[in-house]
């Protein structure tokens, strides 16, 4: 049984849009990979995260996520960054040593999903047990008693642990907290301290910065703009204007293709309204949402339309690129020699 339905929609969106502007090969350096054995939560218990992802897919084997490239992407090669999906509760243990296996067994990369109360020993061992990049971090695993509007970049990832990743030069996915998101002036000055106090950490911020609405931007890529190390990846993110920023500012070799599989199997389009995201989903397809500030729901024939999110993100950075004058061997780093580079596969 596939993972989900390609509709002719969909098939007509990758062969007009997207089949000749992909490279043969590409890296997807933002994924997920999951059992749903290895949960122990509902997804509406936690409020410092979004509900409406788990609505998406309850777990992503390994096998899943495979066939999703196969089916979305006919004709390619895709090779991913993988890591868990751990919320308080999991078994964060189990569901790092099923990364572990699966990129030991089928040749994709992995991440460790690290937790801010292991010591720089404990860490650095299980990177190495492991064999992993370095580490996957995410704001709702802070101390609880942090509100979610205060949580800072080092309240998640602790300058201990920095220590043993600058030492090591291990790969850091990045998931910033706070409401202003990329724009957030503690978020910015947190994420240049690590430029500067840990040099050879290979830094990937993700969604680039969670700047999902034109104003999430703020004067970031002006304040980031002197940076060397840092990357940013476009998981998850359909703003062409955001990704057109980033590629002016860092260049080609410094924006990352990542998917955030498999919620981009999702599908919908997204908006933006008064500086929030809305993602438009056909009606009755992922249950009731009416309770969710983030989902709105359409009818025929707007919802017979829809196509992947997936596709609609890489819609987005093919017309920020055209936009900029980029050609195919931008492309080509965006999707692929960026990232081979960055992660040194």
Known sequence: MTPFEVKEVDRGVYERELAEFLPDRFIDVHT?????????????????IVSWPSRVAKDCSIEDLEESYLLMFPGKSVRALIFPSVSPGD????????????????????????????????LDRKIRAG???????????????????????????????????DRGRRVVMLHIPRDGRLRDPVNLEQMLEIERSFPRVRLIIAHVGRAYCDDDVGNAFERLS??????????ANTNDRVFEG???????????????????????????????YINIVPRGLYGDVSADVNMRE????????LTFFMYEEIKAIKRAMERIGLGRSDAEAVFHSSARRFLGI
């Not at 296996?101 to 990369?109: I, N």
């Not at 992995?110 to 937790?115: D, I, V």
């Not at 002197?226 to 998981?235: L, P, S, Y």
Request: charged residues 25%; glycine residues 6%.
């Open 32 to 48: 997920h990979v999951w059992l749903d054995a290895h949960k122990r939560h509902r997804a509406d218990e936690h409020a410092r």
């Open 91 to 122: 078994d964060i243990d189990r569901m790092n040593d099923y990364a572990s296996s699966c990129s030991r067994s089928h040749g994709h990369p992995a991440l460790l999903y690290a937790h801010p109360t292991w010591t720089g020993r404990d």
């Open 131 to 165: 064999r992993f990049l370095g580490v996957k971090v995410y704001l709702h695993l802070s101390p609880a008693y942090l509100p979610r509007q205060e949580i800072r970049i080092f309240d998640f990832l602790p300058l201990h642990q920095l220590d043993v990743l």
């Open 226 to 235: 002197g940076t060397k190390n840092m990357v940013f990846d476009f998981a």
């Open 246 to 276: 980033a590629l002016r500012a860092f260049g080609p070799e410094r924006c990352l293709f990542g998917s955030d599989m498999p919620i981009t199997r999702m599908r919908m389009r997204r908006i933006c309204e008064g500086g929030r």
């Open 298 to 305: 359409a009818d025929a024939p707007e919802a017979n339309q």
